[in-house]
């Protein structure tokens, strides 16, 4: 299967403002009663007699989700990767038209073959500014490149709390945004902070360019066609998944040193990172992941939260808690079932041991084929809490000394989890969000 040519052929029809197209968009049982409305700022500056203004109303249908509890909202903000706003008012000679997907051929690149699992979550005044943000992110590099927003009075609360939250969203749907992730972000502002006929009027706008977006997308897209040109894609989807972690572990190296450029930004924490440079930190395990298995059409998601390994639960509990045990792994829904999935923590090299140890280590047969699947598609209660010690011993001495692959007991506990630092640590809702929103499996 030619994932690429799917990429570039499969979607034609660019993503509306109002999400139709998505078989979700009509869920729900509440009905917003005033509309948010979004206008894209597109062309360039022209006389007011030649201006035009087309306004598009997003959908109207919403469901269940939790927010964060109101705070006082500010007159700019910005995501945690973007740097400080300035203040800006919309032109007025600044002229609009309606969005077309034959103005931007590229978006369906960014649609095809995608199940988005966290807009699916939204409710229906969240979808409109994620669709709002995707358009930003759709049209990187075009001058311009701003969404005006009317936001009804009784919803400002809302969007202020929300914003940060459904970018976050949008950044676990599209592993390959990462730069927008991590560099550059989207951010907010009042054009005018007054009510006018019970709206706000905000602009969204991302805080900088992103020259190579394009590129760096091309260059993903081949390097997992490549990858995958040899994945046999037939049978079970958690053959698939297996197949494609096998290849993975071989293909990448952990990145101890986590190289930053003069940006302060490394790839290692990214699907780029991943696929063409081959090294990676959890992050970029995680979303190289989550991208090839998304190419094969299985829907596989980031999970967030904390992970560590010691000779007791309680031990491993205390470790996992702290911020330095942040972590990030997969959850994938293979055959209509999900599993947890830590590509980063099967990774046991053998080759990292001395050639003593690994003799002892071959000395018992299937052992560290089984020691780099500890960690594939297993159930949520099992990551948890995973105590395996005398299963992977694979050498007692003379003098009684076991030697292990694996330590007594391991946790991974999700950023919903009250003993997760991402819980108690200030500004980390997104991630609380977020994980909330996952399936148990």
Same mark, same amino acid.
């Given at each position: 299967?030619?994932?690429?040519?799917?990429?570039?052929?499969?979607? #034609?029809?660019?993503?509306?403002?109002?999400?139709?197209?998505?078989?979700?968009?009509?869920?729900?049982?509440?009905?917003?009663?005033?509309? *948010?409305?979004?206008?894209?700022?597109?062309? &360039?500056?022209?006389?007011?007699?030649?201006?035009?203004?087309?306004?598009?109303?997003?959908?109207?249908?919403?469901?269940? =989700? &939790?927010?964060?509890?109101?705070?006082?909202?500010?007159?700019?903000?910005?995501?945690? #990767?973007?740097?400080?706003?300035?203040?800006?008012?919309?032109?007025?000679?600044?002229?609009?038209?309606?969005?077309?997907?034959?103005?931007?051929?590229?978006?369906?690149?960014?649609?095809?073959?995608?199940?988005?699992?966290? %807009?699916?979550?939204?409710?229906?005044?969240?979808?409109?500014?994620?669709?709002?943000?995707?358009?930003?992110?759709?049209?990187?590099?075009?001058?311009?490149?701003?969404?005006?927003?009317? =936001?009804?009075?009784?919803?400002?609360?809302?969007?202020?709390?929300?914003?940060?939250?459904?970018?976050?969203?949008?950044?676990?749907?599209?592993?390959?945004?990462?730069?927008?992730?991590?560099?550059?972000?989207?951010?907010?502002?009042?054009?005018?902070?007054?009510?006018?006929?019970?709206? %706000?009027?905000?602009?969204?706008?991302?805080?900088?360019? %992103?020259?190579?977006?394009?590129?760096?997308?091309?260059?993903?897209?081949?390097?997992?066609?490549?990858?995958?040109?040899?994945?046999?894609?037939?049978?079970?989807?958690?053959?698939?998944?297996?197949?494609?972690? /096998?290849?993975?572990? &071989?293909?990448?190296?952990?990145?101890?040193?986590?190289?930053?450029?003069?940006?302060?930004?490394?790839?290692?924490?990214? !699907?780029?990172?991943?696929?063409?440079?081959?090294?990676?930190?959890?992050?970029?395990?995680?979303?190289?992941?989550?991208?090839?298995?998304?190419?094969?059409?299985?829907?596989?998601?980031?999970?967030?939260?904390? $992970?560590?390994?010691?000779?007791?639960?309680?031990?491993?509990?205390?470790?996992?808690?702290?911020?330095?045990?942040?972590?990030?792994?997969? *959850?994938?829904?293979?055959?209509?079932?999900?599993?947890?999935? /830590? !590509?980063?923590?099967?990774?046991?090299?053998? /080759?990292?041991?001395?050639? %003593? =140890?690994?003799?002892?280590?071959?000395?018992?047969?299937?052992?560290?084929?089984?020691?780099?699947?500890?960690?594939?598609?297993?159930?949520?209660?099992?990551?948890?809490?995973?105590?395996?010690?005398?299963?992977? $011993?694979?050498?007692?001495?003379?003098?009684?000394?076991?030697?292990?692959?694996?330590?007594?007991?391991? =946790?991974?506990?999700?950023?919903? /989890?009250?003993?997760?630092?991402?819980?108690?640590?200030?500004?980390?809702?997104?991630?609380?969000?977020?994980?909330?929103?996952?399936?148990?499996?």
């Amino acid at each position: 299967m030619q994932m690429k040519a799917l990429s570039a052929m499969l979607i #034609a029809a660019s993503l509306l403002l109002t999400g139709c197209g998505d078989s979700d968009d009509s869920s729900g049982d509440v009905e917003l009663k005033n509309p *948010l409305t979004v206008t894209r700022q597109e062309t &360039t500056t022209a006389t007011a007699s030649d201006q035009t203004s087309t306004t598009t109303s997003a959908g109207q249908t919403t469901a269940a =989700v &939790t927010t964060a509890a109101k705070t006082e909202t500010s007159s700019s903000t910005t995501t945690k #990767a973007a740097t400080t706003t300035t203040k800006s008012t919309a032109k007025e000679t600044t002229s609009t038209k309606k969005t077309s997907s034959q103005e931007t051929p590229r978006k369906a690149e960014l649609t095809a073959n995608k199940e988005r699992y966290y %807009y699916a979550q939204l409710d229906g005044f969240q979808r409109q500014i994620y669709n709002a943000m995707f358009e930003i992110i759709s049209h990187t590099n075009e001058k311009n490149n701003e969404y005006m927003l009317d =936001v009804p009075q009784d919803k400002i609360w809302d969007f202020a709390d929300d914003f940060f939250m459904i970018y976050a969203c949008i950044n676990e749907d599209y592993p390959e945004f990462y730069y927008y992730d991590e560099i550059v972000g989207i951010t907010w502002d009042y054009v005018e902070k007054t009510v006018n006929n019970g709206y %706000y009027k905000i602009k969204i706008y991302q805080s900088q360019s %992103y020259p190579k977006f394009w590129e760096e997308l091309a260059e993903i897209q081949e390097a997992a066609t490549e990858f995958l040109s040899d994945i046999d894609l037939s049978g079970s989807q958690l053959n698939v998944a297996r197949r494609v972690h /096998d290849k993975l572990l &071989t293909a990448m190296t952990y990145d101890q040193n986590k190289t930053k450029d003069e940006r302060d930004f490394s790839y290692a924490q990214t !699907v780029y990172g991943g696929l063409l440079m081959n090294t990676a930190v959890c992050e970029g395990y995680s979303d190289t992941y989550s991208y090839l298995l998304r190419q094969c059409g299985i829907l596989c998601l980031p999970i967030e939260g904390g $992970v560590s390994s010691a000779e007791t639960y309680a031990e491993a509990i205390e470790q996992a808690s702290s911020p330095e045990a942040n972590h990030t792994w997969n *959850l994938a829904r293979l055959d209509s079932k999900w599993y947890e999935i /830590d !590509v980063t923590w099967d990774d046991e090299d053998i /080759d990292d041991y001395s050639d %003593y =140890v690994q003799s002892l280590i071959n000395a018992k047969e299937g052992l560290m084929d089984k020691r780099t699947h500890l960690y594939f598609a297993r159930a949520t209660d099992f990551m948890r809490r995973t105590e395996v010690y005398d299963e992977f $011993v694979y050498y007692t001495d003379e003098d009684g000394r076991d030697y292990s692959l694996v330590w007594e007991c391991s =946790v991974h506990i999700r950023a919903s /989890d009250p003993r997760s630092s991402y819980y108690s640590e200030s500004g980390s809702y997104n991630y609380r969000a977020l994980s909330e929103m996952l399936p148990i499996a």
